[in-house]
């Protein structure tokens, strides 16, 4: 049994590794200050014996002796990043360098959860590890865009300079349970504006893409780098190479919730990125990873899970 940190853990995706590490055996630690994190998402984990609950901003010191730690701490969606860019930044810098540090002290592993947005608007399609990204440092994205860029600096500073053990991941979008019903990304847009008969609203002309990845496979895939020898570092595209058109997302949850919602179309925010489509390749080779739920089967669950979270609520 190992003793694993995880910071943001309460978060939606933080929610499965934690479920996924208890199950296992682990002793964890479920680090965080709640800002779009949930105690809901873990209500099911507090009173096993092997979890542990804590409230705490990752911008601030923690000390515990850990194994190994899943640096997840820090808000993903834009809605809840750019309404306190400051403070996303820190999260992003001031978490690296504060989980760093307990990482040099303890000898443990330390993953990062980085992210697809270090590509920026990106100039190379798919977007391949090797690829460094054309990112607008001081537009409203840049918060999370360079915080995460930042951290993935600390990271190798940290391993080239005090030889501290690192996996960098780069986690393209993900979807699935315990999403917020508000949590502003556009599976969850459209699958809620979709059950609630609202018209279904795409910005810009739809015809940009992205990747989606269902949370299963993205844990799965965390876990297998953080298994890796010392000598694997990353950066790791984690994500699901099919590529589809927002317009075509649209169309497939109109088709299988019903109803009558209508795609309307607003002006496309700053920066948005044009394309967004993981390369695997390192992944399948260096872990032998690749996703297994395909969007429509994945879409089928999000949509029973949100028409179950709509009729509670």
């Not at 923690?62 to 899943?70: F, Q, T």
């Not at 330390?110 to 090797?130: N, R």
């Not at 999403?179 to 609202?198: C, P, T, W, Y």
Request: contains cysteine; aromatic residues 10%.
């Amino acid at each position: 049994m190992k003793k694993i940190l995880v910071t943001g853990g309460a978060g939606f995706i933080g929610s499965h590794l934690c479920e996924r590490l208890v199950n296992e055996g682990n002793d964890v630690i479920c680090l965080d200050n709640f800002y779009s994190g949930s105690k809901e998402n873990i209500w099911h984990l507090i009173g096993r014996p092997n979890f542990e609950l804590v409230r705490h901003d990752v911008i601030n010191p923690y000390w515990a002796e850990v194994d190994e730690i899943y640096n997840l701490a820090c808000p993903a969606s834009p809605i809840y990043y750019q309404q306190d860019p400051i403070q996303t930044t820190k999260t992003s810098v001031f978490g690296a360098f504060h989980m760093l540090g307990l990482a040099r002290r303890t000898h443990c592993k330390i993953l990062l959860s980085s992210t697809s947005e270090v590509y920026g608007d990106p100039a190379v399609h798919p977007q391949p590890e090797s690829y460094w990204g054309n990112v607008n440092p001081i537009g409203e994205r840049a918060c999370y865009d360079e915080g995460k860029r930042c951290a993935e600096t600390l990271y190798f500073n940290y391993h080239r300079l005090h030889g501290v053990r690192i996996k960098v991941i780069r986690i393209f979008n993900t979807y699935g349970p315990r999403m917020a019903i508000h949590d502003g990304r556009v599976v969850s847009n459209f699958v809620v504006q979709a059950l609630k008969g609202e018209d279904i609203t795409i910005y810009g002309d739809g015809q940009q893409t992205r990747s989606f990845q269902y949370v299963s496979d993205l844990i799965e895939g965390m876990i297998r780098v953080m298994a890796t020898g010392d000598d694997f570092v990353g950066p790791v595209n984690i994500g699901n190479p099919g590529e589809f058109t927002m317009l075509e997302l649209a169309e497939k949850v109109i088709a299988k919730v019903g109803g009558k919602s209508r795609i309307v179309f607003r002006p496309l925010p700053s920066d948005d990125p044009q394309k967004r489509c993981p390369d695997i390749a390192l992944a399948k080779s260096v872990i032998g990873w690749e996703p297994k739920v395909k969007l429509d089967e994945g879409l089928d669950y999000i949509i029973d899970y949100f028409r179950g979270k709509l009729i509670t609520s």
